[in-house]
C-alpha cells in the first residue's frame, strides 16, 4: 500500500501564508504526478495543483500567482505554497499521487486523509 500524510494546515488571516507538506510512503516503485485538491463545504472537490515528475506544474486560475507547487523526488513529497490567501480559499486540502508498485504494475491513484485550511478575514 501507499500511504499519503499531509501537514501544515491550520488557521490564518487573510492576506497571510501557509505551507501544506505530503510525504508519501510504503511500497513505492516510482511516483508520477503529485498534486493538491481542495474541498470547501458543500463544494465539490477540485483541482489546486499538479506537479509531474519532471516538475511540470498546473495550476487552478484562482489560485495562479498566489501558489506554488513543488516536489522532493528523492523524499517523495509534494509541497503547496500558499501566499496572498483569501477566505476563498478556506477548504480541506487533500494530497494526491499516482504511484506504481513495482516495475510491472500501472500507476494508481491515492488520496491523503485531508487537513483543514481556514483563511478569516
Known amino acids: 500500500q501507499v500511504q499519503l500524510v499531509e501537514s501544515g494546515g491550520g488557521l490564518v488571516q487573510a492576506e497571510g501564508s501557509l505551507r501544506l507538506s505530503c510525504a508519501a510512503s510504503?511500497?513505492?516503485?516510482?511516483?508520477?504526478?503529485m498534486g493538491w485538491y481542495r474541498q470547501a463545504p458543500g463544494k465539490q472537490r477540485e483541482l489546486v495543483a499538479t506537479?509531474?515528475?519532471?516538475?511540470?506544474?498546473t495550476y487552478a486560475d484562482s489560485v495562479k500567482g498566489r501558489f506554488t507547487i513543488s516536489r522532493d523526488n528523492a523524499e517523495n513529497t509534494v509541497y503547496l505554497q500558499m501566499n496572498s490567501l483569501k477566505p476563498e480559499d478556506t477548504a480541506v486540502y487533500y494530497c494526491?499521487?499516482?504511484?506504481?508498485?513495482?516495475?510491472?504494475?500501472?500507476?494508481?491513484?491515492?488520496w491523503g486523509q485531508g487537513t483543514q485550511v481556514t483563511v478569516s478575514s
Open positions: 494526491n499521487t499516482r504511484a506504481a508498485r513495482s516495475y510491472f504494475s500501472e500507476a494508481t491513484e491515492y
Open positions: 510504503g511500497s513505492i516503485f516510482r511516483i508520477d504526478s
Open positions: 506537479i509531474t515528475r519532471g516538475s511540470t506544474t
